[in-house]
C-alpha cells in the first residue's frame, strides 16, 4: 500500500509542480503571455490637467479690454533687456570688456534668461556688442564701436539735461513724506527718469538743493534743503488751469450709497464729481493722513499721477513704484487702486509684473506727445539694435 501512496504523490507532482499553496484563492495566471496588452492609458487620452492661472503668468488685461500699443512697449522692453542692462554694466567695468566665462554667471546683471548662453544674446546685436579672443587665449565680449559711440552721444545728453534732472530730483524730494530720500533708491530707479549713473557726484555741485547725510547704518540719504513753491504745483493742477473740463475726468472716486437713488447719467456724474474735487495735492504730508480715508486715496492717486509725469516715458513698472513705497506713504493695495482708474492709467503685462502708463501723455498709436532728447537717444539705440547690419542714413553725431 505504500508504495501506490508514494506513486500517486509522484505523479501529482509531476502533473502538477506548482501547486496553489492557498486553495481558498484559485489561480489568476494563464498559460498564455499577457506582456503585449495595453495596462495602461497611453498619454495621447490621458485628460490634461489644465495649469491654474496665477499672478505671475495671468495678464492684467484679457483681450478685448488690451490696448496693443501699450502691451507692445512692454514686450518691446522685455526683448531688449539684454541691451539695456549690458550696456549699463559694461559700462562700469574697466575697458568696457568682460571674460565670456564670467559673464555666463550674470544672467540677473546682464539681463539674458537664466540656463541660456550670453553668446546667442551677443549675436542677436551684432551692431552693439562684439565677442573675441583675447591674446591669453581666453573668449571676451565687449562694446562694439558703434556702441562706443552711442555712449559719448548719451553723456551729452546728460550733459545738457542736467537742469531738468535736477528739478526732477527736487520734486521727488518735495513729494516725499520727510523729504528726504536714501540715494540708493534714486540710483536704483534712474533710468526712469533719465537721472545720470554719475548723479551721486553731481549733487554735490547743488548745496543750495541738496545735503547728503551719513545714517548710522552707513546708508546714504538725500535730502532737500530749500522748498520751492514754484515747484509745488503739480502736472494735473497746471492742466485743471488749461483744461478744467479734462481735469474734472482724470479721475472717479463714486459715492458709496446702500439704496438706488434713480438718478440720470448726468445727476449720478455730479454727485461723484462731489467726491472727486477737490483733489488733494501731492507736495502736501500724506503720511498725516488716515490710510483708508477717501482723501487719503485722492493723495496717493495724485502722487502716482505725478510721479509718472516726472518719468521719461510717463510709465513705470510695479518695481519702481515699490521702490518708494515708504516715502509716497503707498498701500499694498497700489495696484486695485490704479485698476479703479482706467480714464487715466493702463496697466499693461501680469498682475505680479505689471507696467503703468499714463494714457493722457500718449496719443491714439502709442507714442509719446512730447519727447525728452534722452527718449530720442532710447529710441536710436533700440533701433540699432534690431538691425543685422549698418543701414544707408544712419551715421553717429561724434562729439
Not at 556688442?129 to 562706443?148: S, V
Not at 513724506?177 to 530707479?189: F, G, M, T, V, W
Not at 500718449?362 to 507714442?367: F, I, L, Q, R, S
Amino acid at each position: 500500500m505504500a508504495w501506490r501512496f508514494l506513486l500517486t504523490k509522484t505523479l501529482k507532482q509531476v502533473l502538477n509542480p506548482n501547486p496553489n499553496p492557498n486553495p481558498s484563492k484559485p489561480f489568476l495566471t494563464s498559460p498564455f503571455s499577457t506582456s503585449f496588452l495595453v495596462t495602461k492609458t497611453p498619454k495621447k487620452f490621458k485628460k490634461k490637467r489644465t495649469k491654474k492661472e496665477s499672478p505671475r503668468t495671468k495678464l492684467v488685461n484679457s483681450e478685448p479690454n488690451r490696448i496693443p500699443h501699450f502691451e507692445h512697449i512692454v514686450e518691446r522692453d522685455a526683448f531688449l533687456r539684454f541691451v539695456t542692462k549690458s550696456k549699463d554694466f559694461l559700462s562700469k567695468q574697466p575697458e568696457h570688456v568682460l571674460r565670456l566665462d564670467d559673464a555666463g554667471k550674470l544672467h540677473r546683471e546682464l539681463g539674458f534668461p537664466r540656463g541660456r548662453k550670453v553668446a546667442r544674446s551677443i549675436e542677436r546685436h551684432p551692431l552693439l556688442f562684439q565677442a573675441y579672443r583675447h591674446t591669453d587665449g581666453k573668449m571676451w565680449f565687449g562694446f562694439a564701436e558703434l556702441m562706443e559711440d552711442l555712449l559719448d552721444e548719451e553723456r551729452a545728453v546728460a550733459d545738457s539735461m542736467e537742469a531738468d534732472r535736477v528739478t526732477t530730483v527736487r520734486k521727488l524730494l518735495m513729494m516725499s513724506a520727510n523729504k528726504r530720500i536714501p540715494l540708493s533708491k534714486i540710483y536704483h530707479c534712474r533710468s526712469v527718469f533719465g537721472i545720470p549713473e554719475d548723479f551721486r557726484d553731481r549733487v554735490e555741485k547743488y548745496p543750495n538743493y541738496f545735503r547728503v547725510v551719513v545714517e548710522g547704518d552707513g546708508k546714504r540719504v538725500l535730502e532737500l534743503v530749500n522748498w520751492d513753491p514754484l515747484l509745488a504745483v503739480s502736472a494735473l493742477e497746471r492742466e485743471f488751469v488749461v483744461d478744467e473740463d479734462r481735469a474734472k475726468r482724470a479721475f472717479k472716486f463714486p459715492v458709496k450709497h446702500g439704496k438706488d437713488l434713480d438718478l440720470d447719467e448726468d445727476d449720478t456724474r455730479k454727485l461723484n464729481l462731489l467726491n472727486t474735487l477737490p483733489l488733494v495735492s501731492p507736495y502736501s504730508d500724506g503720511s498725516r493722513l488716515d490710510v483708508w480715508t477717501l482723501e487719503a486715496e485722492k493723495y496717493r492717486v495724485g502722487v502716482l499721477h505725478e510721479l509718472l509725469n516726472l518719468t521719461l516715458e510717463k510709465r513705470a513698472s510695479i518695481h519702481h513704484i515699490v521702490e518708494f513705497k515708504e516715502e509716497f506713504s503707498l498701500t499694498k493695495h497700489t495696484y486695485q487702486m490704479l485698476l479703479k482708474q482706467p480714464r487715466t492709467f493702463y496697466l499693461a503685462g501680469t498682475e505680479m509684473n505689471w507696467v503703468v502708463f499714463l494714457k493722457g501723455a500718449y496719443d491714439e498709436n502709442g507714442v509719446l506727445k512730447h519727447k525728452d532728447p534722452q527718449v530720442v537717444f532710447n529710441e536710436k539705440l533700440y533701433k540699432f539694435a534690431q538691425m543685422r547690419e549698418m543701414e544707408p542714413g544712419f551715421a553717429i553725431e561724434k562729439k
